[in-house]
């Protein structure tokens, strides 16, 4: 999705994204609120060079599950094959880079659940890790 098919302006899925971007944990209620967060991901996705995902989740198959609907999302290959070594019934977090196309997964311990993105670009008023966003945004 290009700036231009959307009715967002840079400056707002910047904002929209540093709302959600804080200690506590803002919860997206309304259907609206998920599309104009979504609209705002992919604003800001499309004008950086690469990103860092960070999933937290409570199993393998719900994080890739979310790391491939986020990859989608973004206009990314989603085709990512699964580590057959990765910790299945237990939780986990993954960290993909969309520049490699590769990731890591290891057990996490922590309570939160949800998506980190870490963008990167030559314009630094986009850099920055923006999140904590819902597993299921881009079901």
Excluded: W
Aim: hydrophobic share 35%; net charge negative; with cysteine.
């Amino acid at each position: 999705m290009t700036q231009a098919n959307s009715n967002l302006s840079v400056d707002e899925a910047l904002k929209i994204l540093k709302d959600y971007s804080c200690l506590q944990i803002k919860i997206v209620d309304f259907e609206a609120d998920k599309h104009k967060l979504r609209q705002a991901i992919k604003i800001v996705s499309d004008l950086c060079v690469t990103e860092n995902l960070g999933i937290c989740a409570d199993s393998f198959e719900e994080g890739f599950k979310t790391l491939k609907s986020y990859l989608k999302a973004l206009d990314i290959s989603e085709n990512v094959d699964p580590s057959p070594t990765a910790p299945r019934q237990t939780p986990i977090y993954i960290k993909f880079n969309t520049e490699t196309m590769s990731y890591y997964v290891d057990y996490y311990t922590g309570s939160y659940r949800g998506v980190l993105i870490s963008c990167q670009s030559d314009n630094h008023n986009l850099v920055g890790t923006y999140g904590h966003f819902p597993l299921n945004l881009f079901e």
